[in-house]
């Protein structure tokens, strides 16, 4: 396996099991080697052809390792300072040890000559991390309230355009929450980022928070919509997960509805000022 950057911070929880695992059999050996050379391939294929590969986040019992992996394959293909990344990982800030962990990863891939991106989400499997912690005694990895996330979020997201803004790194805010966009969209003038650069994205997901993205778009900034597709079994329980992470976006949906009903009063009053 080849070195790999810090995974684990100082407060990163060591809950997950009561003793020392078994080491892994000989059949599950061979398959995390496939997995690894199925990595690089996708590396490869995308650092051919200039396409950032963004690589998501999941249950913190697997997260250690997943980073691993990430941060490995971004030392190999990533590009020096000053230029697009091609491998992202992801740091989800519901997360106590969140902003811990994304600083010394930084820091560290600056210290190796190598741009690093990240994906911000606030985070999805909150009643099984809180489920897990309990089922050992420990207490939950993630924030006690909402406030915490949500300032958690904006302070990774601040960092990160720091970061950004002196060709360290780059990232993906990946966020619903209006609050967040616009502080971010405000950080990143602050700092100098221009809106055409392509280290700096927004995304939201396809149906929801459709004014912030088009505000940001309007503003010049670059947003994705993300569509979520796969078998209905796989994609409706991921879709629940972040209607749980997103416990506001009713709230939004109905501000993207008042704008739509302005965006068509607008379009019907130009139409009948033509005729």
Do not use: W
């Amino acid at each position: 396996m080849r070195p790999s950057l810090p995974v684990l911070s100082v407060s990163s929880p060591l809950y997950h099991t009561l003793s020392i695992p078994p080491p892994l059999t000989t059949g599950e050996e061979a398959e995390l080697h496939r997995s690894h050379a199925r990595l690089t391939a996708l590396c490869t294929r995308c650092a051919n052809t200039d396409l950032p590969l963004l690589i998501d986040a999941e249950y913190t019992s697997v997260q250690p390792a997943i980073d691993y992996i990430t941060y490995s394959a971004a030392l190999q293909f990533n590009a020096p300072k000053n230029k697009k990344p091609i491998v992202y990982g992801t740091i989800q800030s519901y997360l106590k040890d969140a902003k811990q962990r994304l600083v010394q990863a930084v820091d560290a891939a600056e210290s190796a000559g190598i741009s690093i991106g990240f994906k911000l989400v606030r985070g999805a499997y909150l009643s099984r991390e809180t489920k897990l912690a309990s089922s050992v005694g420990a207490a939950s990895p993630i924030h006690d309230t909402i406030r915490e996330t949500h300032a958690c979020y904006n302070d990774c997201a601040a960092f990160m355009l720091e970061r950004t803004a002196n060709g360290s790194a780059a990232c993906l805010l990946a966020t619903h929450n209006l609050e967040s966009g616009k502080a971010a969209a405000a950080k990143a003038e602050e700092v100098g980022i221009g809106k055409g650069d392509e280290r700096l994205q927004f995304a939201q997901l396809m149906g929801m928070a459709d004014g912030l993205s088009l505000g940001l778009r309007n503003a010049g900034f670059q947003v994705s919509k993300y569509l979520p597709f796969g078998p209905v079994e796989q994609v409706i329980p991921y879709l629940l997960r972040r209607a749980e992470e997103n416990r506001g976006f009713l709230s939004t949906s109905t501000l993207d509805r008042d704008l739509i009903r302005k965006e068509l009063k607008r379009r019907l009053r130009a139409a009948v000022q033509r005729k």
